[in-house]
Nanobody, 116 residues
Framework: QVQLVESGGGLVQPGGSLRLSCAAS????????MQWYRQAPGKERELVAGISSFGDSTIYADSVKGRFTIFRDNAKNTVYLQMNSLKFEDTAVYYCCARRNPQNYWGQGTQVTVSS
């Protein structure tokens, strides 16, 4: 069955870094665009970053441009989110999403907490 399993979240101080991973299985990973979303308490889920199926095109939310990098390894069926210079406001549950319209698959999320 389809699975997206996020990992790499945790507690980090402001200015620190984390790398999130999302391991995919059960579908043709290389033909899906991949995205990272996040949802903070009391807020709507928002798109953080996206990458095309071949990895040749990326998009970022303005709030993370220059700090976060999305990349993928299709040989490992994994997408990553490198997060640098983390801020308090980056605290959220981070979800990966696989998209190939009309299909969307979601992971269960991983918590990222930025706190001193």
């Amino acid at each position: 069955q389809v699975q997206l399993v996020e990992s790499g979240g945790g507690l980090v101080q402001p200015g620190g870094s984390l790398r999130l991973s999302c391991a995919a299985s059960g579908f043709d990973f290389g033909s899906y665009a991949m995205q990272w979303y996040r949802q903070a308490p009391g807020k709507e889920r928002e798109l953080v970053a996206g990458i095309s199926s071949f990895g040749d095109s990326t998009i970022y939310a303005d709030s993370v441009k220059g700090r976060f990098t999305i990349f993928r390894d299709n040989a490992k069926n994994t997408v990553y989110l490198q997060m640098n210079s983390l801020k308090f406001e980056d605290t959220a549950v981070y979800y990966c999403c696989a998209r190939r319209n009309p299909q969307n698959y979601w992971g269960q999320g991983t918590q990222v907490t930025v706190s001193s």
